[in-house]
């Protein structure tokens, strides 16, 4: 399984960016994914969350309304389009994906995740 992550860069507060996660290596059929995000000196946190499973998206109450989780079944490719973009949206963003059955409370969990992209920096100034 491989996970490519792209799209991030400086914007302004306000302003708009679409990370992708293109993925290889499983039939794109049954897995959860996630997007998480890191700054220094603090724990990886989930943002956004989508499994095959269930159908079922799920998003950090820091992110709803301004984040949306997306796949392209045809490109294996997952994004997250960030609106509204502030500057504590400063961050390096990783995709994961796990292929076993995620329980929810589980799945903006980063510990669930088996496999991770290497991710992408993400600035947004004020």
């Known amino acids: 399984v491989q996970l490519v992550e792209s799209g991030g860069g400086l914007v302004q507060a306000g302003g708009s960016l679409r990370l992708s996660c293109a993925t290889s290596?499983?039939?794109?059929?049954?897995?959860?994914i996630g997007w998480f995000r890191q700054t220094p000196g603090k724990e990886r946190e989930g943002v956004a969350r989508f499994t095959s499973f269930d159908g079922s998206f799920d998003y950090a109450d820091s992110v709803k309304g301004r984040f949306t989780i997306s796949t392209d079944n045809a490109k294996h490719t997952v994004y997250l389009q960030m609106n509204s973009l502030r500057p504590e949206d400063t961050a390096v963003y990783y995709c994961?994906?796990?292929?076993?059955?995620?329980?929810?409370?589980?799945?903006?969990?980063?510990?669930?995740?088996?496999?991770w992209g290497q991710g992408t920096q993400v600035t947004v100034s004020s």
């Open positions: 290596g499983f039939t794109f059929d049954d897995y959860s």
């Open positions: 994961a994906v796990d292929l076993s059955y995620l329980e929810r409370y589980r799945l903006l969990q980063p510990e669930s995740y088996e496999y």
